[in-house]
């Protein structure tokens, strides 16, 4: 009865450990199917979009976010992912009120923590603005404001 059950414990094994070694040549396959289609250029994503104004939007601040299209780079290999995004709506308060403060951006770009973005979660790292047209004011009483263009 021993020398069986050590048959199939060893049969189990080999088997494991071929589902393991099959499972890490498609992941890594897959990863340089996914660098490789990025070294082309980018990835337009706009099947996410959905998911990642989500993320990005506040309920607790009445912070929404809103965009037309969303493209994924790479631009360097150290640095973090970057989603392009084109016309950005960034909305302070209700959709429909009035008095809600709205920013457009024309083109911007978001920095994505890669760590955060391997959990399935959107963190970004930084926000870069692409030709922005700023107007700073200094007002009578001495206040300075500072004004995004369009």
């Known amino acids: 009865m021993l020398p069986r059950l050590l048959k199939i414990s060893h049969r189990t094994l080999v088997i494991t450990l071929e589902t393991v070694a099959v499972c890490a040549v498609l992941s890594g396959m897959a990863f340089g199917v996914f660098v490789w289609k990025l070294s082309e250029g980018p990835i337009s994503i706009g099947w996410a979009k959905d998911y990642v104004e989500e993320a990005l939007s506040d309920e607790g601040e009445e912070l929404s976010v ?46 994505l923590s890669r760590t955060a973005l391997f959990f399935g979660r959107i963190r970004p790292v930084s926000v870069i603005i692409k030709s922005p047209s700023l107007e700073l004011v200094r007002s009578q009483s001495g206040t300075l404001s500072l004004f995004i263009k369009d």
């Open 66 to 111: 809103k965009f037309d299209n969303m493209v994924f780079t790479w631009p360097e290999l150290q640095g973090p992912f970057q989603l392009d995004l084109t016309n950005l709506k960034v909305q302070k308060g209700e959709e429909n009120a009035q008095g809600a403060n709205t920013l457009s951006i024309a083109e911007a770009s978001v920095g």
